[in-house]
């Protein structure tokens, strides 16, 4: 008797940047659904409701303990009404059906393949979608017209499928590395996104790139991606040159929370050799006579940024992630301090100034919050 009244009710600050939010999860089970819910939307281009559902989720993410009952939910951030309902579902009936329904829907597991390849979006698995085109087979048959980015994509589809490892991520590590020195000595290069924050696997590996002599990373990108096209790395790439200067709205005007760094998408191509750490042998490559349905390589989505010195702590800040950290920092700077964060720059509104920062605890500070650690950025 009694049994849930001694459930304690659970406590968490309203943004998620003021929390910490580490990878052990006790709470999967509603965190996944909600999860599912949240990419729905977002796929279906319902950027609100998707926002709504990672929020929820994102408390959950930072719960103590699995939740045992309602109760336990009240007076927590964040959780509406739709949320609450997914919930309960599960904690009574061991499922959401909302949450079943979405996922067997032929609309839904249609934009799941269709986005899956890269340089595929909503907007456009949406058209193909109207156009009766559900799969890849369907996709091929029909051939709509790809681009370069598409056509990469569908060709790698099964590599950029698998999760990739924190060895693989490290192996990828020591190649840019070393493309990086030989490019520009002096030159620094640090594991962002997910990696940093201490995810085991991810679907990419990003990469942040510096010189500690403010000027001296211009230029760096094309070099950078000539050292590793001359030495069979990359299957694709396409390169952003840097607009943060140029832009007519000068510095750190976040409407747009897309920053401006000089950046480069590519799909890597790892081999076993560079897996083990030796030497890249030139011979490696495939001519013709590819091994059916085995082959000593594989494809990687591997994002690069290249920041100056000044704006170095603004972008390691801004590219770990998680997603939804990010948006939260943002928001808390916003709301709660007029300021305006990104990944170049911070502004504060009511100084009517720019404050500098070397360091991410700098940037914290700033912001009026305790330090967070990467490792406990997980929301
Ligand atoms: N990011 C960004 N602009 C982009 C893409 C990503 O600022 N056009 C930032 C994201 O906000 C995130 C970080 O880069 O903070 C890493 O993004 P991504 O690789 O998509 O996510 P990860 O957290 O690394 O997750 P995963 O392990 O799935 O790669
Ligand atoms: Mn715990
Ligand atoms: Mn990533
Ligand atoms: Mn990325």
Not at 141 to 150: I, M
Not at 335 to 355: G, I, P
């Amino acid at each position: 008797q009694g049994n849930e009244a001694e459930v304690a009710a659970f406590s968490v600050p309203s943004y998620a940047c003021q929390r910490r939010t580490t990878l052990e999860n006790h709470n999967t089970v509603l965190t996944d659904a909600l999860s599912l819910l949240a990419e729905n939307a977002e796929l279906s281009e319902e950027d609100g409701r998707g926002v709504a559902f990672r929020r929820a989720a994102a408390v959950l993410k930072a719960l103590p303990k699995p939740v045992a009952s309602m109760t336990q939910l009240r007076g927590l951030p964040c959780l509406g009404e739709h949320s609450l309902r997914v919930i309960k579902d599960i904690l009574e009936n061991g499922a959401s059906s909302e949450v079943e329904s979405t996922k067997q829907s032929e609309r839904y597991k249609a934009l799941k393949v269709l986005t899956g390849i890269f340089g595929v979006g909503a907007r456009t698995a949406d058209r193909w979608i109207r156009d009766g085109i559900h799969n890849l087979r369907q996709l091929q048959d029909s051939g709509p017209t790809l681009n370069r980015a598409q056509q990469a994509g569908l060709e790698h589809y099964d590599d950029l499928n698998q999760p990739v490892s924190k060895s693989d991520a490290d192996a990828i590590g020591e190649v840019v590395e070393k493309a990086v020195v030989s490019v520009l000595p002096g030159a620094h290069m640090t594991l962002i996104g997910g990696f940093r924050r201490g995810k085991l696997t991810g679907h990419d590996v990003d990469f942040l790139i510096t010189h500690p002599e403010e000027g001296r990373e211009v230029g760096l990108m094309p070099k950078l991606v000539s050292w590793l096209e001359s030495q069979g790395f990359l299957l694709y790439q396409k390169t952003t040159r840097n607009s943060y200067l140029e832009s007519k709205d000068g510095p750190a005007r976040p409407a747009s929370n897309m920053d401006r760094f000089e950046r480069c998408f590519s799909i890597f191509k790892l081999t076993k050799e560079e897996k083990r750490g030796t030497k890249h042998p030139e011979t490696l490559t495939e001519n013709g006579t590819k091994p059916a349905g085995h082959k000593p390589w594989r494809a990687v989505r591997v994002d690069l940024v290249v920041s100056p010195i000044s704006q170095f702590a603004f972008a390691l800040l801004g590219w770990t992630g998680s997603k939804l950290f990010e948006r939260e920092l943002r928001r808390w700077a916003g709301h709660e301090k007029s300021m305006s964060l990104s990944s170049h720059a911070l502004y504060d509104n009511r100084q009517s100034k720019y404050l500098r920062a070397t360091s991410e605890e700098e940037i914290f500070a700033h912001l009026g919050l305790e330090f967070v650690p990467p490792s406990e950025r997980n929301a």
